[in-house]
């Protein structure tokens, strides 16, 4: 009866049959029977995942759906939204990953009995592993009844009327002071101490209260919740994607805008990451935690629980902008082993979960974005035994860890935010090195992740370039320099994480103690790492670079003059006018004892190119009369049996490089990553022919034996051929006409899009298909020294120009 409440889209009735979008339309155009639509929209409607199985079922055209994704489906259709579904989904993961029994029991017999005992159960476990009183909901360090805690009504300004809970979400009578009845000792501080924690005056929406969710802004001011998404066995979140013009570059988008908090009232809230969701809220979704359940059987509860949350990532790319494994992994290497662990903007806690598991580990995470926040929580407790404390609120205004003194802290703050905190922050203790101007909301990051360390403690942070040479920042950049709390700058290659059009930094900092600031400062360019086309940087290059310049530093305290790498400079060459910290303007260019002699080797290369090119210059084209074939269509020779004709998937099992079509234009290798999927991954072959769909290009590109195997990018169109039947460079000639490509063209207001089945080509035999088929073969061999030799003049081109300026080449 639930289940009838998920709700699919034509795209995954695509998917549940085994057929492509085209043939979903036609069911409904052709069969009166088929369900109704049940929501969405008119141009994209979503239908009753019940009615719509059952259809298929009775019409025999129900594919055998794998447990994946059918409870992918379930969780993408959830009646309450994807992010409430995901939460429930995790809790349940955690029970089952905690006490298997208990799930056992509660899991048998009907939905009611499992949404009604269920509650019961969790308190079992988010209690012990989130902190807080048994028999109470953890709440922003402080404990409450758990019914109160969520079912209490809320008036209309958001404020707890119920007399019992005015613990919980009611302002205190003396500003600053929580009062609790069972305080937590590590986030619940003194209130003589509480210098950042606000009365908490406005409820905060639970991800677990559907209404609350949906009605109220995801974030509060100061930054929203980035989701940084990392790569693990089971889901590699390689498909990063920038956030759209306006949203806080490296977070959610804010469903709201975010608005100013007025100076002399109190500050927004700081409440738990997760209340213990109830048997109505549960019940909804019990078919989807009985599939993940069943999921979990094969494949373990934490594995499920990363396959879900990076299923819904990639299916929302725009909603998210996501920090890649790699860079988690390398942040966490440059903090180095710790006890004690925060993230003050913790997203869906990529970069504590790539932190090495100690014994006795602390996590500490912080975001305003509540339902990431409780992602984040239930992500931390599947992947470790570490103790995990999690809260809701603005960093910046709403501190929920003032007495925190962690060993390291990681953050990949938000960028470019005016609305940080400027005019009610100003006297904020945490500024030791300087009042951030409105401007400088990355240096607020900065100075909070400094105040919330011990001494000697470390903090790595993601900050875009401009912050190490702003003129606003040059007094705060100037004295994190003279008090030796800046130890290192390392400017990443393009592509790194996104905004991937600009190359980002990592600060890494350390909070003096007592020893001597240190008199030079690391800085580091990896920028010779940046990857072709769209596969991102060379990340094992990166991180052996950077943490084997890091730990060389380390250990003595300057390191040696790495041409175009690393080196350390002196503070006092960097404290002039602009104390600007970029490390290409500190390092000199690399090479530059042999830049005459690599010039001299690219020389000699493209002169082999270029009288290679002469020999393969085609001979003159003798004329001829205009040939008049009987023609046929790719459509026509597919349904004949002469051509296999596949399309380019969204996911798939292996991981395996992936054939773009920004790779087939530009004639490069296989360059790019699919996220892991149930769908199975289309492979080439050699012989295949591969075909882009957009850009108006006439271009076809047969698969060799070096990028046989790869998997079939998004935009692209594969034609097998028959070679009995068919020769493939005849095939990828003929297509690559301009009349052909013309004729099956279709044009929108801003792209052109290829109509493959349209495609027209003679019918010959087949030996003279091989002629002609040799001809194009000479033509691709052509045209590929042509590309090589045109992107080694580039290269002798640019190292002449860089020689003859910086004084490696001489005039003459």
């Known amino acids: 009866m639930q289940d009838n409440a998920t709700e699919v889209t034509a795209a995954g009735i695509a998917r549940l049959a085994g057929v492509g979008r085209a043939a979903v339309s036609n069911w409904r155009r052709r069969h009166a029977d088929f369900p109704k639509p049940v929501g969405g929209t008119e141009t994209s409607p979503s239908f009753a995942l019940a009615e719509v199985e059952a259809w298929l079922r009775k019409q025999g055209k129900l594919a055998e759906v794998p447990l994946r994704e059918r409870v992918w489906q379930q969780l993408a259709g959830h009646p309450e939204g994807p992010l409430t579904a995901l939460v429930h989904a995790g809790c349940a993961l955690l029970l089952i990953h905690e006490r298997p029994t208990v799930w056992l029991d509660v899991s048998a017999g009907s939905d009611a009995r499992l949404a009604a005992m269920l509650p019961g159960a969790l308190e079992q476990v988010l209690i012990p592993r989130f902190g807080g009183a048994p028999g109470r909901a953890v709440h922003g360090g402080r404990s409450a009844d758990t019914a109160a805690a969520v079912n209490a009504p809320h008036d209309a300004q958001g404020v707890n009327s119920a007399p019992h809970t005015s613990a919980v979400n009611a302002a205190p009578a003396a500003p600053g002071v929580n009062p609790s009845p069972t305080?937590?000792?590590?986030?619940?501080?003194?209130?003589?101490?509480?210098?950042?924690?606000?009365?908490?005056?406005?409820?905060?929406?639970?991800?677990?209260?559907?209404?609350?969710?949906?009605?109220?802004?995801?974030?509060?001011?100061?930054?929203?919740?980035?989701?940084?998404?990392?790569?693990?066995?089971?889901?590699?979140?390689?498909?990063?994607?920038?956030?759209?013009?306006?949203?806080?570059?490296?977070?959610?988008?804010?469903?709201?805008?975010?608005?100013?908090?007025?100076?002399?009232?109190?500050?927004?809230?700081?409440?738990?990451?997760?209340?213990?969701?109830?048997?109505?809220?549960?019940?909804?979704?019990?078919?989807?935690?009985?599939?993940?359940?069943?999921?979990?059987?094969?494949?373990?509860?934490?594995?499920?629980?990363?396959?879900?949350?990076?299923?819904h990532l990639d299916a929302n790319p725009r909603q998210y902008t996501l920090t890649p494994a790699e860079l988690a992994g390398l942040m966490a290497d440059l903090a180095g082993p710790a006890r004690s662990v925060l993230d003050p903007a913790c997203g869906t806690g990529a970069l504590l979960r790539a932190v090495?598991?100690?014994?006795?580990?602390?996590?500490?995470?912080?975001?305003?974005?509540?339902?990431?926040?409780?992602?984040?929580?239930?992500?931390?407790?599947?992947?470790?035994?570490?103790?995990?404390?999690?809260?809701?609120?603005?960093?910046?205004?709403?501190?929920?860890?003032?007495?925190?003194?962690?060993?390291?802290?990681?953050c990949h703050p938000p960028f470019n935010e005016r609305n940080w905190g400027h005019d009610e922050l100003a006297y904020d203790p945490r500024w030791e090195y300087g009042f951030p101007a409105r401007t400088e909301s990355e240096l607020a990051w900065v100075q909070h992740a400094l105040a919330r360390l011990a001494d000697g403690g470390t903090a790595v942070l993601l900050m875009p370039p401009a912050a190490a040479s702003r003129r606003s920042g040059r007094r705060i950049r100037a004295d994190l320099l003279r008090r030796g709390a800046l130890r290192a700058v390392v400017a990443l290659p393009v592509g790194a994480a996104p905004p991937y059009n600009i190359p980002l930094h990592v600060w890494v900092l350390r909070r003096p103690d007592r020893t001597p600031a240190s008199p030079e400062v690391l800085l580091v360019d990896t920028g010779r790492f940046a990857g072709e086309g769209r596969g991102g940087p060379d990340w094992e290059a990166v991180r052996d670079a950077v943490l084997d310049a890091w730990r060389a530093f380390t250990r003595v305290g300057r390191l040696d003059e790495r041409p175009g790498l690393a080196r350390s400079v002196p503070v006092i060459e960097l404290l002039d006018d602009d104390v600007d910290l970029a490390p290409a303007r500190h390092l000199p260019p690399a090479a530059m004892a042999d830049g005459a002699e690599q010039l001299t080797a690219v020389r000699e290369r493209l002169g082999a190119t270029l009288r290679l090119t002469a020999d393969l210059t085609p001979p003159p084209a003798d004329p001829a009369p205009p040939a008049r074939w009987p023609l046929t269509t790719v459509g026509e020779l597919a349904r004949g049996g002469a051509l296999v004709m596949r399309t380019g998937g969204n996911g798939g099992h292996v991981r395996v490089p992936v054939l773009t079509d920004h790779d087939v234009l530009a004639g490069t290798a296989p360059s790019g990553t699919l996220p892991e999927s149930e769908e199975e991954a289309v492979l080439t072959e050699p012989g295949d022919v591969v075909v882009p769909v957009l850009g108006g290009g006439s271009v076809a590109r047969v698969i060799d034996e070096t990028t046989g195997g790869a998997a079939l990018g998004r935009n692209l169109v594969l034609l097998r051929p028959d070679r009995t039947a068919l020769d493939p460079w005849f095939l990828a000639g003929f297509l690559r006409g301009t009349a052909n490509n013309r004729q099956a063209s279709s044009y929108a207001s801003t792209a052109t899009r290829l109509d493959v089945r349209r495609l027209q080509l003679p019918r010959l035999p087949l030996e003279e298909q091989r002629r002609y088929g040799a001809r194009f073969r000479a033509l691709d061999e052509f045209e590929r020294a042509l590309r090589h030799a045109s992107r080694l003049g580039e290269q002798l081109v640019r190292g002449m120009y860089d020689g003859l300026t910086d004084g490696t080449v001489a005039p003459d």
């Open 183 to 311: 305080p937590d000792p590590v986030n619940a501080p003194p209130a003589s101490h509480a210098v950042n924690t606000p009365p908490a005056v406005h409820s905060t929406p639970d991800a677990h209260n559907p209404s609350a969710a949906h009605d109220a802004p995801t974030t509060h001011g100061a930054h929203a919740a980035h989701a940084d998404h990392s790569a693990q066995a089971d889901h590699s979140a390689q498909a990063d994607h920038r956030a759209p013009a306006g949203a806080v570059t490296g977070h959610r988008t804010p469903s709201t805008p975010s608005t100013a908090h007025t100076p002399g009232t109190p500050h927004p809230p700081t409440t738990s990451t997760l209340r213990t969701p109830t048997g109505p809220q549960l019940l909804p979704s019990a078919p989807l935690l009985r599939g993940a359940a069943e999921l979990a059987a094969e494949a373990g509860a934490r594995q499920v629980f990363e396959f879900l949350l990076g299923r």
């Open 356 to 410: 090495d598991v100690r014994p006795g580990q602390e996590l500490y995470a912080q975001d305003s974005a509540s339902d990431l926040a409780a992602l984040a929580a239930l992500r931390l407790a599947l992947h470790s035994r570490a103790t995990v404390r999690g809260a809701v609120g603005d960093t910046l205004r709403a501190d929920a860890y003032p007495e925190l003194r962690a060993d390291a802290v990681l």
